[in-house]
């Protein structure tokens, strides 16, 4: 039996009456409360389970992208790009997970919470980086993980995973140099043999 600090029922409840009409859905699973919101109502939600009283999500821990192009198989319909923000309540001892998806598969954007938690701003830019999210407001949204020159968006489910050029740093030119590479299909499991009798075993 698993005991909560908050019964999350309760912090279920708490979140549907304060926000009422901005949440989409709230799903309670595994004892998590998840909120989706729509992208116009992002930031609205976002500041009130900030500093609504019975929610209190002082802190952002985490902020990530997803996509959802090839969830459930090919068989998800709906949205591709999706924010998830994991909020913590220090003082109340709860945790909630806010969910938007973008409403342009194209040109995935959404609100900026900068101005809400300081922590979003190099979650936003990974997201940005990684998945080509666009987070409107955000005051430096540049990437953060890949080289300057980068093409495409790595976390992606659509970008290639085999490259052609690699970046590395050549002593002789004392500077970074691109190169074609090819890769080569390989396996990745280990083969495993086992001698006669291991383990003791007939």
């Not at 809400?116 to 190099?122: C, K, R, Y």
Request: hydrophobic share 40%; net charge negative; glycine share 8%.
């Amino acid at each position: 039996m698993t005991l909560y600090a908050v019964d999350p029922q309760a912090l279920k409840d708490t979140v549907a009456a304060t926000l009422g009409a901005l949440a989409r859905r709230i799903d309670l699973k595994w004892g998590e409360v998840t909120v989706v919101v729509a992208p116009a109502d992002y930031l609205a939600a976002a500041r009130l389970l900030k500093e609504s009283p019975g929610c209190q999500f002082e802190q952002l821990v985490d902020l990530c992208g997803v996509d959802y192009s090839e969830y459930r198989m090919g068989g998800y319909e709906g949205p591709r790009f999706c924010v998830v923000s994991h909020l913590l309540s220090v003082s109340l001892n709860q945790r909630v997970r806010l969910k938007v998806f973008a409403a342009d598969d194209d040109v995935p954007v959404v609100d900026s919470v900068t101005g809400l938690w300081n922590s979003a701003n190099w979650f936003e830019r990974e997201a940005f980086d990684l998945y080509g999210i666009v987070f409107e407001g955000h005051a430096d949204l540049r990437r953060i993980l890949t080289d300057y020159g980068f093409v495409g968006h790595p976390f992606r489910k659509d970008f290639p995973t085999e490259g052609h050029v690699e970046m590395r740093y050549d002593p002789e030119r004392r500077r970074v140099i691109y190169q074609t590479v090819t890769i080569e299909p390989r396996e990745i499991i280990p083969r495993v043999i086992r001698e006669d009798k291991y383990g003791g075993l007939q």
